[in-house]
């Protein structure tokens, strides 16, 4: 046994830190690019997202879409989890943000309402 | 930030040791599959070192670079290991004995190692791309390779630092490819593997030359440096750089008091692999043949042939990246003063030295790892050792002396360099000395403690 001991040791800590790790803190998480997306409530400015694309060039057509129907400001960025985000950001209240949301609704975009990260 | 994207990882890290045994059974061979199992941290950074090389060299050459490529090349390495083996009959390996007793000290010392490595994992698999020379130049590079299949040259002549090596973009790449996308997130975990696979290279390397006590209080000691604990898992060449020459300097120490082929053998693509990673790996390299010749020198006739040999195939490893930049107009590797620019500005010596010694000695960086280092060749010397301490000593002097040049030399650089370690040049310069030190200080202090730096068993070949 008394051999045996130190390999022992070795192997309790390789096994026991994710074991208590897993008990104590659960699954691990793997986050999902929902997780880029915040929802519109507490303090701070919004966005109007009219959407996310896999790549610039697909965003860049949605972009164009929507400057062409009036909505100045409307650019494109990575939005950290994979995919490109058309929004118009600074939106400074939760109410402008559905004004503009309802206005776009008129010119068949659809908009979702975003607090900006 | 995938299972997908880690189990790719995992994979491409397996086919590295894969490829590494191959190259390590060739090389060196092994007697029982229980020195495989010890030495297989040393056979994935063979595998690491061997494929990053190749697939360079492969880019410099045209070669489109795809997963094929990346699993050819890797066959092909381990292919030739194997026929090599064969040629030299290598003896088949065997179970073998158990492995050696570590005492009860040194298991908890390895445990804590183990640990840390675990809970760097943790951090690995969901760090953001922060750094900035990652974002910078580092990771488009690779996305570069890995998205275009080859060496952009308008792109990268855009991208700053145009001129530095491709091995670790090649090895991101190569990442991306196992992945299944530029993850870039997920590739924080592939240098959690460079730092364990690093850490397991030199821990089975020493585990039959040092007491288990040395070799993992050191290797713990330079792991919880704060430098190390914050910036080793940034997807760029530093920490890799330093990797690699941390272990061509332990193998051109070991070939230096056993003499075994196969040291060197190793120590050679080590050495061109860490040219190939960044540009001050040349000089890092100089310094680790240069300290080896002189370490040799009572033993010249045989010792610096062999030197001179080992450095040549390194240095052949590392041009066609330099006859490929150069062909292409890109610039920037040397100082724009010329090497012998620094003679016109004389004032920034001090300074620079200034600079290399704060940083190389800050203990908020690296606790008390160089004075440690410093204090256990002066106790080699005293007990006796003689070619260690003297290869050690040259090493460390020749390296700050180095980097006190570069800093002297590259005049755009203000003197004394006082940024933030985040930012600042030689924080990365003297990291190397630090992963060193987790190498060489226990060698040097079990030659301290027997009086003599003779091999305590000497490796079979």
Known sequence: MHRFAPWLIVALAALGYPIVVLAFAGAPAFPSRADCVLAPTGEGEYQVVFGYRDSELEALELRDQALAVGFQGTEISRDGCGRVRIAVDDIPSREVGEEVIREARTVDLDPTLERES | ?461
Not at chain 2, 201 to 212: I, K, S
Not at chain 2, 325 to 339: I, K, M, N, Q, R
């Open chain 2, 1 to 461: 930030m995938t299972v997908r994207s880690l189990l790719g990882l995992a994979a491409l890290n397996l086919f590295a040791v894969g490829v590494g045994a191959g190259l390590l059974w060739g090389l060196r061979g092994w007697r029982s599959w229980w020195e495989l199992a010890r030495l297989a941290g040393l056979a994935y950074m063979l595998g690491v070192a061997g494929l990053g090389v190749v697939l360079s060299l492969l880019l410099v050459a045209g070669v489109p670079f795809s997963l094929a490529t990346i699993v050819l090349t890797g066959l092909a390495l381990a292919a030739a290991g194997i026929v090599v083996g064969f040629r030299l009959r290598r003896a088949r390996p065997s179970l073998g004995s158990a492995p050696r007793r570590i005492g009860l000290v040194g298991a908890g010392l390895a445990a804590l190692v183990i640990v840390y490595l675990e809970a760097l994992f943790r951090a690995a698999r969901l760090s953001g791309l922060y750094a900035f020379d990652a974002w910078s130049f580092w990771v488009p590079k690779a996305k570069a390779i890995y998205f275009f299949g080859g060496l952009d040259e308008q792109f990268f002549s855009e991208l700053p630092n145009a001129t530095y090596p491709p091995l670790v973009p090649t090895l991101e790449a190569t990442a991306f490819h196992f992945m299944g996308s530029a993850d870039v997130v997920t590739l924080h975990v592939q240098f959690w593997f460079f730092l364990a696979g690093f850490v397991a290279a030199v821990a089975g390397l020493l585990a039959t030359r040092v007491p288990a006590v040395l070799l993992w209080s050191f290797a713990l000691l330079a792991l919880v440096s704060p430098r190390v604990v914050g910036r080793t898992l940034e997807p760029q060449a530093d920490f890799t750089l330093d990797y690699l020459f941390a272990l061509a300097a332990l193998l051109v120490a070991l070939w230096l008091i056993e003499r075994q082929p196969w040291q060197l053998a190793s120590a050679t693509l080590f050495l061109g692999a860490t040219m190939l990673t960044k540009r001050e790996g040349q000089l890092l390299a100089a310094c680790v043949i240069a300290a080896g010749l002189a370490a040799s020198w009572r033993e010249w006739r045989s010792a610096w042939p062999r030197l001179v040999l080992a450095s040549a195939c390194a240095i052949a490893l590392a041009l066609p990246w330099r006859a490929w930049y150069v062909s292409h107009d890109l610039t920037g590797e040397f100082p724009a003063s010329g090497a012998t620019g620094f003679l016109d500005n004389l004032d920034r010596a001090w300074p620079s030295l200034q600079s290399v010694l704060s940083s190389a000695f800050d203990a908020g960086l690296w606790t008390v790892v160089l004075p440690l280092v410093i204090a256990a060749i002066a106790l080699a010397f005293i007990a006796g050792a003689r070619v260690l301490p003297l290869f050690a000593t040259l090493v460390y002097a020749l390296a700050l002396a180095g980097f006190t040049w570069g800093i002297w030399s590259f005049t755009e650089l203000e003197v004394p360099i006082e940024q933030d370690e985040a930012i600042n040049p030689v924080v990365r310069l003297t990291a190397g000395l630090i992963v060193l030190s987790a190498a060489l200080a226990p060698l040097l202090l079990d030659a301290a403690w027997r009086g003599t730096d003779r091999p305590r068993r000497p490796e079979a070949g």
